[in-house]
């Protein structure tokens, strides 16, 4: 079945470890993205991809990174985390859909980080 | 800049109608979203409208209104497990990047007995 995986659901960690959000899509979506997500707020999109070799920042500025390696891999990465950091993280894919021609995104079930 | 508003909260009784709305200000307009979001989990799509009128979809239907910057989610019949977070999102045209959208506080719904 096409989806779209993220791993860790959950994770809590120190003030300065490296962690690496994964996210993986099995739709064969060109595009993807990173929204971040704090309680009772607006998502707000801070990565996107079209394509193979293609990242942009999106509108919230984010210390973290990302890389498009493969199709359906766009894992984001933060070197060194801080409380600030405490948040939910949410990867989408789009394509479009048939009838509406509408490019909708698809999310993962999200990545909670919690820095202490 | 860009700006999309809904109400924060909003509570219904279980086979009532309810009404929420979405306005919103960007800089143009390539189409509006409608997602479902349940506390915890990811949000799922409902709905598109790029042009103005009424799309109905089984309960739920939705209505654009592009000179005015107005939307609004009519949810019929309503169910318990209507109740979550129902997300207002704009793609702004924005030169290439047709596919960024911005998305509204979400307004939360509780359905009650």
């Known amino acids: 079945e096409a989806d779209i995986y993220q791993t860790p659901r959950y994770l809590v960690i120190g003030t300065g470890k490296k962690i690496t959000l994964e996210c993986s899509q099995t739709?064969?979506?060109?595009?993807m993205y990173w929204y971040q997500q704090d309680p009772g707020m607006e998502l707000h999109l801070i990565h996107y991809?079209?394509?193979?070799?293609?990242?942009e920042k999106g509108d919230l500025s984010s210390e973290s990174t990302v890389s498009r390696i493969r199709t359906e891999h766009f894992p984001l990465t933060l070197e060194s985390a801080r409380p600030s950091h405490t948040s939910q993280y949410l990867c989408?894919?789009?394509?479009?859909?048939?009838?509406?021609?509408?490019?909708?995104?698809?999310f993962g079930a999200g990545s909670r980080l919690t820095v202490l | 800049g860009q700006n999309i508003d809904q109400p924060t909260e909003m509570t219904a009784t279980e086979g009532a109608i309810v009404q929420i709305n979405c306005t919103y200000q960007?800089?143009?307009?390539?189409?509006l979203f409608w997602y479902q979001q349940h506390a915890g989990e990811a949000p799922t799509f409902l709905s598109y409208?790029?042009?103005?009128g009424l799309e109905e979809k089984g309960r739920f239907s939705s209505f654009l209104s592009r000179s005015k910057g107005y939307s609004y989610l009519l949810l019929k019949e309503l169910q318990m497990k209507d109740s979550a977070s129902y997300l207002c999102a704009v793609t702004p045209l924005m030169g290439g990047a047709t596919n960024k959208l911005i998305f509204g506080t979400g307004t939360l719904l509780a359905v009650q007995p």
């Open positions: 991809s079209y394509g193979v070799n293609s990242t």
């Open positions: 960007t800089s143009g307009f390539n189409g």
């Open positions: 739709m064969g979506h060109d595009k």
């Open positions: 989408a894919s789009s394509g479009q859909t048939e009838g509406t021609g509408a490019n909708v995104l698809t």
């Open positions: 409208n790029v042009l103005d």
